[in-house]
Nanobody, 118 residues
Framework: QVQLVESGGGLVQPGGSLRLSCAASGFIFSMYSMSWYRQAPGKERELVAAITASGGSTKYASSVKGRFTISRDNTVNTAYLQMNSLKPDDTAVYYC???????????WGQGTQVTVSS
């Protein structure tokens, strides 16, 4: 079965950095786009970043463009989200999803909490 396991969340000060990882199993990782979503308290889940199956193309929400970088390593079935210059508004639960570059994500991880606070 499809499994997505996120890690790397935590508490960070404004201006700091975190790197999230998403370990995938149960499907042919290199055949699917991958994405990161986030959901803040009281808000809808939103797409943060997505990457094509080959890793050749990426896209970002305007709120994170220039600060976040999505990447993947198809040899170890893992997707990443490097987050720099973090702001309090980035505080949310971050979810890894299969697909998401063209269509919405169809499988989700359990989420990892990111809190940006001084």
């Amino acid at each position: 079965q499809v499994q997505l396991v996120e890690s790397g969340g935590g508490l960070v000060q404004p201006g700091g950095s975190l790197r999230l990882s998403c370990a995938a199993s149960g499907f042919i990782f290199s055949m699917y786009s991958m994405s990161w979503y986030r959901q803040a308290p009281g808000k809808e889940r939103e797409l943060v970043a997505a990457i094509t199956a080959s890793g050749g193309s990426t896209k970002y929400a305007s709120s994170v463009k220039g600060r976040f970088t999505i990447s993947r390593d198809n040899t170890v079935n893992t997707a990443y989200l490097q987050m720099n210059s973090l702001k309090p508004d980035d505080t949310a639960v971050y979810y890894c999803a299969r697909r998401g570059y063209v269509t919405k994500g169809d499988y989700w991880g359990q989420g990892t909490q990111v809190t940006v606070s001084s």
